[in-house]
């Protein structure tokens, strides 16, 4: 069953002299308790990608496209209606948790509020046990419901906003580096409790990371974006044992491996392209050591082979204006 | 020989006390940041210095180049304690000792364009005339792969990429010549790709420059490029010292082996996950006996009441850990 589904959404900024395409023509779906890894590096959309789906991108950014969530378009939706959806149907857990918890209020009472907010049917004593049992599950003992934020360390609060989020089972999680500001081992803690948590309530999960190492231990599917486009698209483990976008290619070989005799370093040389100006043609052209005449031409459509969706010209099945 | 060497290096934060923790003659409470650090770089060797927040690996750093007082212990530099010179003999030595930030926007003034700012370090150590200076500062730009350099000269810092900027910062740290550089998670903000593209840059400086390196760094993989050495720290101690590869294939103290396991695999291989419970505590109240015996599942009574030093296990490789005694 299809939980979420993006037909060619295009997500446009307007700032006082430009207009920058963030996310330009991107089409997916998730399975009911899949995970998704969206990967890429900094500015390459996958964040906006997460907010959009929550309709959380500020005042004034366009949206193009449709964001299907269990089969209602959310674009279609009131602001209140889609208040109603948020945290019931489709939750997001952030890098900061700090920024996500209101300092001054109690743990219970974030979890009171959202909870009543969605099930105005409970008391307020049926709503503090359900926050207790969701605590538990995250291994947090309920009577810490008391306590604020603060008194949370940084693993802890993460543990939190899982709490929150899951609370009333959602049927998509979007987790927008999760672990980033964790230290290796609290990640670790806090990737394992997200899988498991995942797994018992069949949530779906698009987790959003500049990682390939944590995509490759939760992921079903992974996600590659560029500049704004999902470049590739496969199950993991094509994406690990045959990529196809020569971004792909390059990103995994940049990634520092635990061979202790191999010391050479591998890049990527140039950097990604602003994106209120992009390249014509593919966007990734300029970086591209296989790039071809049509490359800086014409921006490649979506080729798929074998199960792998991707956008370069090298996979186009006639090739002309090959160099 | 030791080009630099701390010995028995302590740095103490005091607690804020409230009124009433006065009034009540509450005893000082201090966060051990650094409680008893000892190691040394050979000249034109590289240690990495890994933990994770709160191990106090960039206090020692910031302890070594004095931006910090040390509250006990020594540093020796080339040969010469320095843990006691005044402010204006700091300032002098600090033209051979030369640290790299994380953030380069936050080492970098905004409204002084960054050939002025890598030509500042130079005036202010006298050295050279005007034009020499600029001289100097086009051609450490060229080496740091920053061209036009003419181009890159008159730029501010928000006209540059973030990778362009931590290599202004590199350049800014070179062209004084430095012994030691002090690399505090100088590549930790970058996206892979830029990463590995400045990586490469301190490998070739280093060799080239033939430069001594204390690398700070949370991350263990990062190392392997640039480091000979790499020292393990956690809640203010070293536990475990050695060669790289020794500690990657061989680490012995059980919270190293936790550091390596936890490390996302970019590899369809499943790995064996050994993670301890809970998180680092806090430096205020360090556990007894081993820092680490509360998270530790191999801990033993010894554990819990005496403190293991740094012991030789194998040919350069140290541990703390009363596991191997």
């Known amino acids: 069953m299809k939980v979420l589904e993006l037909e060619n959404v295009s997500v446009r900024y307007k700032t006082e002299e430009k207009t920058v395409n963030a996310v330009e023509n991107v089409s997916f779906h998730l399975e009911k308790g899949e995970t998704l890894g969206l990967v890429g590096e900094s500015g390459c959309g996958k964040s906006t990608l997460g907010f959009s789906i929550m309709r959380l991108l500020p ?7 449709s964001i299907k969530i269990e089969g209602t378009d959310i674009s279609s939706l009131s602001d209140e209606e889609m208040r109603q959806i948020r945290g019931s149907k489709v939750a997001m857990i952030f890098q900061d948790p700090m920024t996500s918890l209101n300092p001054i209020l109690r743990i219970e009472d974030h979890f009171v509020e959202m909870i009543l907010t969605h099930r105005p049917e409970l008391s307020k004593e049926d709503a503090r046990e359900l926050a ?35 609370v009333l089972n959602p049927a998509v999680l979007i987790a927008d580096e999760p672990t980033t500001s964790l230290d290796v081992i609290v990640q670790a803690q806090i990737m394992e409790l997200l899988e498991k948590l995942t797994k018992e309530h069949k949530t779906a999960m698009i987790l959003i990371t500049h990682d390939m190492g944590l995509v490759a231990e939760a992921a079903d599917r992974i996600g590659v974006m560029y500049a704004g486009h999902l470049v590739e698209l496969a199950s993991k483990e094509r994406i690990f044992t045959n990529p196809l976008h020569p971004y792909t290619v390059g990103l995994l070989r940049s990634i520092p491996n635990t061979d202790v005799n191999d010391k050479e370093l591998r890049y990527i040389p140039g950097s990604p392209p602003d994106l209120s100006n992009p390249p014509e043609g593919c966007r990734f052209a300029p970086r591209c050591e296989k790039a071809m005449k049509i490359c800086w031409e014409k921006e490649p459509p979506e080729f798929e082979i074998d199960g792998t969706r991707v956008k370069c010209w090298l996979y186009g099945g006639d090739q002309n204006g090959t160099d | ?64 180049l004095r931006l910090e007082e040390p509250t006990d212990g ?45 030509e500042h370090a130079l005036k202010i150590h006298g050295i050279g005339d005007r034009s020499s200076r600029k001289e100097m500062v086009f051609e450490m730009l060229r080496r740091v792969n920053l061209e036009p350099a003419e181009d890159i ?36 903000m970058l996206d892979v790709s830029v990463r590995s593209q ?37 809640l203010g101690k070293i536990v475990e010292v050695g060669d790289f590869e020794d500690i990657y294939l061989n680490p012995k103290h059980p919270y190293t082996q936790a550091l390596i396991s936890a490390v996302p695999e970019p590899s369809l291989k499943k790995k064996k996950k050994f993670i301890p419970e809970g998180e680092t505590p806090n430096p205020i109240d360090v556990p007894s006996g081993c820092r680490f015996h509360p998270r530790c599942p191999y801990r033993m009574d010894i554990c819990m009441k005496e403190e293991p030093q740094l012991k030789v296990v194998e040919e350069n490789h140290k541990v703390a850990c009363h596991l191997y005694n």
């Open chain 1, 132 to 166: 207790a049992k969701a605590l538990e599950d995250v291994g947090i003992n309920r009577n810490r419901l008391r306590d604020y934020p603060f008194q949370f360390s940084g693993g802890m609060r993460q543990r939190v906003m899982i709490a929150l989020s899951i």
């Open chain 2, 153 to 188: 000269y008159r730029r501010y810092p928000r006209e540059l990429s973030g990778g362009q900027r931590q290599r202004v910062v590199i350049a800014r740290a070179l062209i004084l010549k430095p012994r030691l550089v002090i690399a505090d998670e100088a590549v930790a």
């Open chain 2, 198 to 234: 400045l990586l490469r840059l301190l490998q070739d400086l280093r060799k080239e420059f033939n430069l001594t390196m204390l690398f700070i760094t949370h991350d263990l993989a990062t190392t392997k490029y640039v480091c000979d050495e790499i020292a393990v720290m956690y």
């Open chain 1, 59 to 65: 005042k004034g950014t366009k949206i193009d496209g």
């Open chain 2, 74 to 118: 020594k540093i020796i530099f080339d040969g010469r304690d320095i843990t006691k010179l005044s402010k204006e003999e700091m300032r002098k030595l600090r033209k051979e000792m030369q640290i790299i930030f994380q953030d380069p926007m936050a080492s970098l003034n905004p409204y002084m364009r960054v050939g002025k700012a890598i």
């Open chain 2, 1 to 64: 020989m030791a080009l630099i060497e701390v010995q028995n290096l302590k740095k103490y934060f005091p607690v804020k006390q409230g009124p009433i923790d006065v009034l009540l003659r509450k005893p000082r409470k201090f966060v051990k940041a650094v409680d008893g650090v000892n190691f040394q770089i050979d000249e034109g060797k590289s240690l990495g210095l890994v933990g994770e927040s709160g191990s106090g690996k960039t206090t020692t750093g910031r302890v070594i």
